[in-house]
């Protein structure tokens, strides 16, 4: 009579200070894709962390059933041995190990504790050609593409009798074929009568496959929306997800542009350990003062090391060509020489390469310029607190207090002590590698502002994306790059996506 | 009243390891029947700990760095036998054997700090190496014989006390008279900050609570130098302690330089992005734990009054407890001085204590390890529970 494989009930979960969930209600029918959506700390990872027994029984309030039986995890095997494997955004593989090493890992093929590797390697065998992969057993995790690495951990999981697969973000680090084939071999398990939940941003994707999609937002259940109905489109769902209409995402601003401050001419960077393999081609670019210029390019163009290494050397090796400021050539060697000719970086990986998350807020905003809060090398803390509180106030970072550590923070809140970092450097011209990475759409509209007014300010901004519609909404002009090359240069008048997307793809090297 | 729990949660374990300190002092006091804390035994205490105090603070900047040092044992007998060749082979003064003491050691420390900083080999293999190539240059030094006795002179550095200017032969007058001008420099530096404070417009604490911080901090100095003075004054050594411990608590609080240090502990990648050049920072921390296992071992010579080939085994170890105990995770990047001198004394007390008591030294070993487990063990515990 109940035709539900999983019921989450009334889940309620509380951590020091914040509710992540409040009465969620999830209701996941036998065999279908579920898309679960909502923005960053909506509480959907929270949710699979009740589920797969992550957060035990007790730790939350609310009642989950699983094939009509009332469940009670007290860890992860708990919920494995009923058949609901999670398989999480930060892949669980050892590199090190084979793939049949790693699909039997921790459920090793062993009698009295002896592992039977033939059983093993054959298993694996018939588990890998399931869900499409052509690599051999014996291969190591570590030489295999992301794009196979997650179809391990999907064999992995199908080595358990998975019933119910959770998918966290899948196909975030794929590329469009890879994430093709990933949704088809969820379709063919939905044909196999496996219940997938299936987390993700890309709004296309759960359009395309899933049966119902049900929306979080702060928490709370929205909506579960059935998608077989036609109405439903991204508009629908976004609406839903941040619960306004969000029209202005990209704001308006009228450029006010000035002086060319800087170009370069004819980079060339080669790969820190394949000494022969340029990564960069002879690239020239320029800035203008007041102008925020846009880098596409696909992954692995090259878009990272470009800038990198136009930030004090910080990438690659045999570095050659021009950079001038002004009119005038200077060198940069160093991150502290690119820092006095006033360039500023924002990294696209702000944990490992912007912040030092056990610090506080205050000391990750001074970092990069303690000389300006210093009296003759000692720092004067009273200072110190007074930049924090302005550029807290200036960016608006949402936080209890500037002493609080920046790993408290939210994706959005600690990008924006990034930004403030950087701004506290006084710089001329900001670098910004993927800005708006892992961050939820308000806090988006946020960030475009912040550089809006940086930009109006006189300030050169570079910015690289992966997300077109981004780059066409607040850039002024746009370089395409494409393995290591500039292939083309475009007003934003003249742009759309497709001819971006034309010269992102131009592989010219190719030809040569 | 949730502010003030906030305040302690984030504080437990800087607090906890002062609870931690009185705790043991007292526990020992009433064991041993109020040896402990006599005069004659607490100033045995600073001077038979000085030198894992000294090697604790330099412990604490390496570790802070995220990096390791196990030589410091080693570095500091192969000063001790360098200097021991210096004045009493060459009759070299002793003022200059001592500065080129330091010197060797800070080559040493450039040399640790060159692989470590420079080609990039892990802390642990390079100091392991040179606790290895360290002990054995000690040995060939000292041709495997003991070097003694050292000059007076420079014994005194590590074991005679102030003299006394104002004698009336009870109390110690001129220890008495540090002491008290040590209490208003102190409350003037209060004033100061609090001065500072108002000015910047941020959130003072109750002038009550100004006070009664005042009146304990100068009642336990003025206690401390008491009890000083009653047996024989302030020992030199306590001189020098007190001035590395608050100069390196300054730096590595106030200055850009100390700042530093914390950042490429806490995230290389990001301090390096941020303009910090951190290779040069963990460089210079190797040479600076270098001079002071130079100290450390001129120390620990002088109070023994000969060179010996196994003078500072294990004190690597010791040295690395003190900093641990005393709040430095060895991921890097949290720690202070401070608490690695406070570690330092848990530790000594804890030996000595039970020296007092008569246990002997097999199982003073086993009950520091326990300590030094429960101490790390605390506090992760703590950190989860926050998480």
Redesign the interface.
Known sequence: MNQFVLEMKNITKEF?GVKALDNVNLQVGKGEIHALVGENGAGKSTLMKVLSGVHPIGTYTGDIYFDSNKCSFKDINDSEALGIVIIHQELALVPELSIAENVYLGNEQATKGIIDWAKTKKATEKLIEAVGMKASVNDLVKDVGVGQQQLVEIAKALSKDVKLLILDEPTAALNETESENLLKLLNTFREQGITSILISHKLKEVLKIADNVTILRDGQTIETLSLQQTLINEERIIKSMVGRDLKNLYPIRKPIIGEKVIEIKDWTVYHPQLPDKKIINGANLHLRAGEIVGIAGLMGAGRTELVMSI??K?YGKRITGKISKNGKEITVN???D??HHGFA?V?EDRK????????SVK?NIT??N??GI?NK???N???E??VAQRYKEQLNIKMPSIDQQVVNLSGGNQQKVVLG?WMFTEPEILILDEPTRGIDVGAKNEIYKIINDLANHGKSILMVSSELPELLGICDRIYTLSDGLITGEFLKEDANQETLMASMTDNRRAHV | MNQIKLIINQNIRKFGMIIALVGIALLFQIITSGILLTPLNVTNIIMQNSYIIILGIGMALVIITGEIDLSVGSVAAFIGAISAMLMINYNIPVLVAIALSLLVGAIIGAWHGFWVAYVNVPAFIVTLAGMLLFRGLTLIVLGGKTLAPFPDGFRTISSDFLPDYFSNGNVHLLTMIIGIAAIVLYILNECRLRKNESKYNLNQTTFTTFMVKNIVISAIIFIFTYILAIYAGIPYVLLILLALIIGYSFFMNKTVNGRHIYAVGGNKSAAQLSGIKTRKVTFWVFVNMGVLAALAGLVFAGRLNAATPQAGELFELDAIAAAVIGGASLSGGVGTVAGAVIGALIMGILNNGMSLMGVGIDWQQAVKGLVLLSAVAFDIINKNKAS
């Open positions: 020091p930030f004090g910080s160093n991150v502290g690119a820092i970086y990294s490992e390469y912007g912040l030092i998350l056990q610090d000391k970092l990069a303690l000389k210093s090398l000692v720092v803390p009273y200072e607190v007074e970092k």
